[in-house]
C-alpha cells in the first residue's frame, strides 16, 4: 500500500494544500499573512490581493469561535490602504491576536503588528521603520496640495501609531504620546530609513519579545 493511500497521510496532504491554497488553518487557527505569489516570481508585497485574503481568513476564525488567532506575517510593505485594511481588521477583532514576524517587517509591515495584542519577532527578522510617499512630484500643482495634506495626515496617523504602542517600551519609558512621536521624527528625519535587529526592535517597542 503507498502512503498517499493511507488515511493519516491523504489527510495530512489534503491539510497542507487547504494551507498553502488559502494561508489559513482552521484547525490551529493561524494565519500566514504574506504577499500572493506571480508570474514574474518577485513579491508585489502588501497590496489588495493580501487585504482582501486576509479580512476574509480573520473573519473565518472569529466567526467559529474567539480563541486566540495566530498570526504568521512575512512582510516588505508596500500599499498603505492595503496595510490599513489588515490592521484595521486586526484591531477590531473580538478573538486575542499574536503577531509573529519572520524575516522582514518593513514599511507597512512593521505598522501592521501594532494592532495585535502580543507582538513577538523571530530572532532574525529585520525591522524597517520610515515614512511613506505618495509621489506627489508627479502631480499637478492643485491636486498636489490635495496630496500633500493626504501625505501630512499619513505620517501623523502612523507615527501615532507607533507612539502608542511603544510607549511603555524601555526607550521610551514615561513619555507622553506626543513626546515620544516627536523623538521619533527626529529619529526618521535623521536616519530616513530606520533599521532595527529583533532585540533592538523590542527595546524601542515595536515589539513585545524576541522568539524564544
Not at 524601555?170 to 515620544?180: D, L, Q, R, V, Y
Amino acid at each position: 500500500m503507498s502512503l498517499d493511500s493511507r488515511p493519516q497521510w491523504k489527510k495530512l496532504h489534503d491539510e497542507a494544500e487547504h494551507l498553502h491554497d488559502y494561508s489559513l488553518s482552521i484547525k490551529d487557527r493561524r494565519i500566514y499573512l504574506h504577499s500572493s505569489y506571480d508570474s514574474e516570481d518577485s513579491d508585489p508585497g502588501t497590496d489588495w490581493r493580501m487585504a482582501n485574503t486576509f479580512i476574509k481568513n480573520i473573519h473565518i476564525l472569529e466567526s467559529s469561535d474567539d480563541t486566540p488567532i495566530e498570526i504568521h506575517q512575512f512582510n516588505i510593505g508596500g500599499d498603505e490602504e492595503a496595510g490599513y485594511a489588515i490592521y484595521d481588521a486586526i484591531k477590531h477583532c473580538h478573538c486575542p491576536v499574536t503577531v509573529i514576524t519572520h524575516g522582514v517587517a518593513a514599511s507597512m509591515g512593521s505598522v501592521i503588528p501594532q494592532a495585535a495584542d502580543r507582538r513577538v519577532t523571530m530572532p532574525s527578522c529585520c525591522w524597517l521603520i520610515h515614512k511613506g510617499s505618495t509621489g506627489i512630484g508627479h502631480r499637478d500643482r492643485i491636486p498636489a496640495r490635495q496630496w500633500a495634506k493626504w501625505e501630512d495626515y499619513c505620517d501623523k496617523r502612523m507615527m501615532y501609531i507607533y507612539a502608542e504602542a511603544c510607549s511603555n517600551s524601555e526607550a521610551w519609558s514615561g513619555k507622553e504620546t506626543a513626546s515620544i512621536m516627536s523623538s521619533m521624527n527626529k529619529m526618521l528625519n535623521a536616519k530616513g530609513d530606520w533599521f532595527m535587529n529583533a532585540t533592538e526592535a523590542v527595546y524601542y517597542g515595536f515589539c513585545d519579545e524576541v522568539f524564544e
